[in-house]
Nanobody, 115 residues
Framework: QVQLVESGGGLVQTGGSLRLSCAAS????????MAWYRQAPGEQRELVAR???????HYADSVKGRFTMSRGNLKALTFLRMNNLKPEDTAVYSC?????????WGQGTQVTVSS
């Protein structure tokens, strides 16, 4: 069974940077779309960034110009580079992979930005 595992989260000061990674336990075929979501305590889950089958990226307005999503290869599926982090970026970040047959979700990694 395929599992997604995020890594790279942690505690960082305002203005700092982190690079999140999303890896799969085994190769996934027919990937259509990949995305990063985040959820802060008491808040709804929010789409942060998405990369489609053509490689086009889309970002939430709140992270445009600061976050960059990229594709990996094989099992290292996708990365999220986060620069100039702000306290409001504090959340659990999860990756999601959409294939032609089903979606896969990771458990998430905590990102905490101190002021």
């Amino acid at each position: 069974q395929v599992q997604l595992v995020e890594s790279g989260g942690g505690l960082v000061q305002t203005g700092g940077s982190l690079r999140l990674s999303c890896a799969a336990s085994t190769s996934i075929s027919s990937i259509y779309d990949m995305a990063w979501y985040r959820q802060a305590p008491g808040e709804q889950r929010e789409l942060v960034a998405r990369i489609d089958i053509n490689g086009s990226t889309h970002y939430a307005d709140s992270v445009k110009g600061r976050f960059t999503m990229s594709r990996g290869n094989l099992k290292a599926l996708t990365f999220l580079r986060m620069n100039n982090l702000k306290p409001e970026d504090t959340a659990v970040y999860s990756c999601a992979v959409q294939t032609l047959s089903r979606d896969y979700w990771g458990q998430g990694t905590q990102v905490t930005v101190s002021s």
